[in-house]
Nanobody, 124 residues
Framework: QVQLVESGGGLVQAGGSLRLSCAAS????????AGWFRQAPGKEREFVAA????????DHADSVKGRFTISRNNAKNTVYLQMNSLKPEDTAVYYC?????????????????WGQGTQVTVSS
């Protein structure tokens, strides 16, 4: 059983940067592919980025491509989301998720484990 805890959210002005972290415990983190999703008020949870167990394969939603970068450090059991050039429309609760590495990365919400989320607010 893997537990995921997100951190690094906060309030930032448009054009600013934040780095989110997702710390995993309770399992061998290198066995899991990971992803970031976000949910704005009144909207469905949407895919942001995903990374394979080794970090060798990544995928980013078109809306964040070129601005956000997902990465991981398996020695620290942590996945990161570097967010640059933030826009007000990036405001949402950001969630980390993990699934068994055999399943690979996906843009769907078919992940086995989820964190509680961290709020990101971008002011104009």
């Amino acid at each position: 059983q893997v537990q995921l805890v997100e951190s690094g959210g906060g309030l930032v002005q448009a054009g600013g940067s934040l780095r989110l972290s997702c710390a995993a415990s309770g399992g061998t983190f290198s066995r899991y592919a990971a992803g970031w999703f976000r949910q704005a008020p009144g909207k469905e949870r949407e895919f942001v980025a995903a990374i394979s167990w080794s970090g060798g394969s990544t995928d980013h939603a078109d809306s964040v491509k070129g601005r956000f970068t997902i990465s991981r450090n398996n020695a620290k059991n942590t996945v990161y989301l570097q967010m640059n050039s933030l826009k007000p429309e990036d405001t949402a609760v950001y969630y980390c998720a993990a699934r068994d590495f055999i399943q690979g990365i996906t843009r769907s919400r078919q992940y086995d484990y989820w964190g509680q989320g961290t709020q990101v607010t971008v002011s104009s």
